[in-house]
């Protein structure tokens, strides 16, 4: 696994496809807040949860100048079908070479039922609007996690 990445570093820039095909880019969030989250797989229950929770509080993340991004390995396609089939206001991009998730450091050595295999460490990034790492959260569960960033920006807005 990669360095993990602290506040204050610079935060890596990144281009990929969103669900719709679209290529995204870091640039095209600056001088904004950006919410860049990491997740293992589109349908899954704790992923679900996740991007369901995002959704949710996505108005709140907007009244404070953030927008959400959601990444995987999973292809736009899946991306489609997942935000259709739970009716998420999210964008998702497909990392589907896992590029982007190593130089957040959220794709390393991950351990299931005794078997050690490589994958997404669900791993969260409050980006600035000048391109910064202003939070990162590595390991997290999906479960209540959007309204612990969501009290981080709040926090982060008012200094």
């Not at 669900?122 to 996690?145: M, Q």
């Amino acid at each position: 696994m990669n360095d993990l990445l602290q506040s204050g570093q610079k935060a890596p820039d990144f281009s990929a496809k969103d669900q719709n095909g679209n290529l995204v880019t870091l640039g095209d969030f600056s001088s904004q807040w950006l919410v860049l989250y990491f997740y293992p797989k589109d349908n899954t229950p704790g992923c679900t949860t996740q991007a369901q929770d995002f959704t949710a509080f996505s108005s709140e993340f907007s009244d404070l100048g953030a927008k959400i991004l959601g990444a995987s390995p999973d292809s736009e396609t899946s991306h489609c079908k997942f935000i259709e089939k739970h009716n998420l206001s999210i964008q998702l991009l497909s990392d589907r070479d896992h590029k982007i998730a190593q130089a957040y450091g959220a794709w390393g050595l991950k351990k299931f039922m005794g078997k050690e295999y490589m994958g997404i460490i669900r791993s969260t990034f409050l980006i600035n609007p000048e391109d910064a790492i202003a939070h990162a959260w590595y390991n997290v569960r999906a479960k209540g996690h959007a309204q612990v960033v969501l009290k981080k920006l709040k926090e982060l807005r008012s200094l």
